[in-house]
């Protein structure tokens, strides 16, 4: 199965990536800033060199160009605009839109009420492009109140959902949870590929996975903070307390002091089977079961709860820890996290030796530091080309380079904070 990047190096951790012909429903919280996913995804696919196609039924083509400030590539831009004939009612201030020129491709739909219609121009657009486009739909819930019927919209996802998967693309859906009814979220969870839940609880965010079809691994559906800065999303990693396996220390302080399991079962008035499972962690001993069998083997409680580890230290990061982690690939760079937090973003990036990188290994577009760790580059920013070496440092505010090229015999590390 071919993988792609949403431009969310933790998302892609934790969904193992975007599947080739996946549709994406989110469902969001208000407040949830899905916006920022949307931006990253758009970004990670322009520097892919991919059309995307911006269906808009909620947002003018002027707010949505604007909220996209810095990262459209024109040539790789359709926007389709379902508003302005739509929720905007024609109005003079959204059709003065088209009075100007404007390099990216905009095609207004004069009738979005007209569902036939709007599938039949939808499909004609993605008939005339290569196989791979990326597609954005700004609101499920913006179709349905439109088009006045639940109903409608899911007849309408029914027919393109199974065609965008055929057409080897990735599809963004955006729906309102709160909006819905329970029986419309059902029925779209059944057909489309990945549904992602983003809440907002109090000040806080969190992501999780309600269906994650073709995909093993079930950490994504549990909750995940993340949090939004520069118009860029971070998932905040959580923090991992040591795992106390009780049972495997009671099995080893009974063997130390030559007892058999029906020996110290008897001892404590449970039955072998019973002692069994709480050796083998297939579960806890009660409290008065658990003082029971410290006494039996002559031990103070607090020998078996310590982890036997040193506590983990949250302000330290091994730079053995951090690469032993799976990196997220930016092309030919490879990526490991070090920490992810409110007001700092650190990463340690890796070059191998010899390689040439059109355009920066980040997608992050914000001020920026990076430190030469190990290795020999040649970074061209603004045309120019400076050849830097470990412990050189550079600093990116508003310029980012358009080149890298690692020249020494060994990988270059960089580490990257913003």
């Avoid at 760079?333 to 700092?344: N, Q, V, W």
Wanted: charged fraction near 25%.
């Amino acid at each position: 199965m071919k993988t792609i990047s949403s431009g969310v190096q933790g998302l892609d951790r934790l969904i193992g990536s975007l599947h080739i012909g996946d549709n994406v429903v989110w469902e969001v919280d208000a407040g949830a800033s899905y916006e920022a996913f949307i931006r990253d995804f758009i970004s990670r696919s322009f520097k892919e060199e991919q059309k995307v196609i911006y269906v808009s039924f909620n947002r003018s083509p002027q707010s949505v160009l604007a909220a996209l400030t810095g990262i459209i590539a024109p040539g790789h831009f359709i926007f389709i605009d379902c508003f302005t004939s739509g929720k905007g009612k024609n109005d003079n201030t959204f059709l003065r839109f088209y009075d100007k020129q404007s390099d990216v491709k905009t095609v207004r739909i004069a009738d979005p009420k007209n569902i036939k219609r709007f599938t039949q121009r939808l499909n004609e657009i993605e008939d005339s492009l290569h196989p791979g486009a990326r597609y954005v739909f700004d609101s499920l819930t913006g179709m349905q109140d439109l088009w006045g019927d639940e109903g409608e919209t899911h007849r309408f996802f029914t027919y393109m959902c199974p065609r965008l998967y055929d057409l080897n693309t990735v599809a963004y859906w955006i729906l309102e949870k709160e909006a819905h009814s329970p029986k419309f979220k059902a029925n779209l969870r059944h057909i489309t590929q990945v549904v992602l839940d983003l809440q907002r609880r109090k000040s806080s965010l969190y992501l999780k996975a309600l269906k994650l079809e073709g995909r093993q691994d079930r950490e994504a559906f549990k909750s995940h903070a993340y949090e939004v800065r520069d118009d860029h999303v971070s998932l905040i990693p959580a923090r991992k307390e040591p795992v106390v396996e009780i049972g495997a220390k009671i099995k080893e302080a009974r063997t130390r002091a030559g007892m058999s399991q029906k020996d110290l079962a008897d001892k404590v008035g449970i039955t072998p089977s019973s002692l069994s499972q709480i050796e083998a962690n297939l579960t806890s001993p009660s409290l008065s079961t658990f003082f029971q069998i410290c006494r039996s083997l002559d031990m103070q409680p607090g020998l078996f709860v310590e982890s036997g580890a040193p506590a983990a230290t949250p302000w330290l990061y091994r730079k053995t820890s951090v690469l032993s982690s799976d990196p997220s690939m930016e092309g030919k760079a490879r990526t490991y996290s070090i920490a992810s937090g409110r007001k700092l973003a650190a990463q340690l990036v890796v070059l191998p030796s010899g390689v040439n990188i059109k355009g920066h290994f980040s997608s992050h577009r914000g001020d920026e530091f990076i430190y030469v760790m190990e290795g020999t580059l040649v970074v061209t920013v603004e045309g120019r080309e400076e050849r830097i070496a470990a412990g050189d440092a550079l600093c990116f505010t508003e310029s980012f380079p358009s080149a890298w090229k690692s020249e020494g015999g060994g990988e270059a590390e960089l580490l990257v904070i913003w």
